[in-house]
C-alpha cells in the first residue's frame, strides 16, 4: 500500500472561480488547504478570490488555465512549478458541456471533438504537465467527472464521451501508479446532480447545490484513506420509477 509524506496542503482547483470547483475550493479551503485558483477569466478570479478572503481561507493565487490552449497550459503548469513548488493535490473540475440539447444523431463532430478536446486532452495535458511536482511531493489527483455507463435519463453524447475518456484515463494511470510504486494517488468523484449554470441551473428533485457537493468533496478528500483507481459516486442518480 502506497503512503503519502506530509507536507504543507496546497490544492490547485481548476475551474474554481464559480460552480462545483469554487464549492471544492471554498470548503477546502475552509478545512485548512491552501487554495490556487485556475481559471481563464481574470476578473471572475480576482473575484473568487476575494470572496473565499473575506471568508479566512488561505488563497495562494491564481494561474490561467484554457484546457483548449497547450501553450496555456505549459505555461500554467511552469507557473505552478515555480511559484508553488509544495502542491500536493490537483482537482480536475473545468470543463465545458457540450451540446447538452440534442440527441447523438443531430451532434455535430465540431461539438464532440471541441468537448473532449477541453474535458480529456486539456485535462490529460495538465495532470501530465504537472505529475512530476506531484510525485515529488507524494501527491494526488481528482477527477470531477460522469459515469462511463449510459444513464437513461440523462446522456448527451459529447459530454459523456469526454468524461469516459477521462475515466480511462484516471484508471490507466492508477493501474500504473501502483505496478510501478510510483508516489502518486488519483481517483475520480461523481458528484451527482448538481444544481450549475452548466445545466442551465437545473435543480429538479435529487439535485443537490454547490455548497452540499463542495463540502462532501472536502470531506471524502480530506477522510485519510487511499482511494487509488477508485469511482466515487458522492450521490448516486436516482432512478425514476
Known amino acids: 500500500m502506497l503512503t503519502f509524506k506530509k507536507m504543507k496542503k496546497t490544492a490547485l482547483v481548476t475551474g474554481a472561480n464559480k ?28 473575484k473568487a478570490i476575494k470572496e473565499l478572503q473575506s471568508i479566512g481561507i488561505d488563497v495562494a493565487g491564481w494561474v490561467n488555465v484554457e484546457l483548449a490552449d497547450e501553450s496555456t ?15 500536493t493535490l490537483l482537482v480536475n473540475n473545468a470543463g465545458i458541456p457540450g451540446d447538452m440539447s440534442v440527441d447523438s ?19 490529460f495535458m495538465l ?28 446522456h448527451p ?13 484516471m484508471g490507466v494511470m492508477a493501474m500504473e501508479f501502483q505496478q510501478k510504486g510510483t508516489p502518486l ?26 455548497e452540499t457537493v463542495g463540502a462532501k468533496m472536502a470531506e471524502l478528500i480530506n477522510d485519510g484513506r487511499i482511494h487509488q483507481g477508485e469511482f466515487v459516486e458522492l450521490y448516486p442518480i436516482v432512478k425514476e420509477d
Not at 73 to 87: D, F, H, R, T, W
Not at 105 to 123: A, M
Not at 141 to 146: D, L, R, S
Open 19 to 46: 460552480g462545483i470547483g469554487f464549492g471544492i475550493a471554498k470548503h477546502l479551503g475552509l478545512s485548512g488547504w491552501r487554495i490556487i485558483i485556475g481559471a481563464r477569466c481574470p476578473e471572475r478570479a480576482e
Open 73 to 87: 497550459l505549459q505555461q500554467a503548469a511552469k507557473e505552478v512549478n515555480e511559484k508553488y513548488p509544495e502542491l
Open 105 to 123: 444523431g443531430h451532434t455535430e463532430l465540431c461539438d464532440i471533438r471541441e468537448t473532449v478536446e477541453v474535458n480529456f486532452i486539456g485535462t
Open 127 to 154: 495532470t501530465q504537465a504537472l505529475m512530476p511536482l506531484l510525485e515529488k511531493n507524494h501527491g494526488r489527483i481528482v477527477n470531477v467527472t460522469v459515469p462511463s455507463e449510459i444513464s437513461p435519463y440523462w
Open 157 to 169: 453524447l459529447a459530454y459523456v464521451t469526454s468524461k469516459a475518456a477521462q475515466n480511462a484515463m
Open 185 to 210: 494517488e488519483i481517483f475520480s468523484v461523481h458528484p451527482g446532480p448538481t444544481t450549475t449554470d452548466l445545466n442551465g441551473n437545473m435543480a429538479l428533485p435529487g439535485f443537490h447545490d454547490i
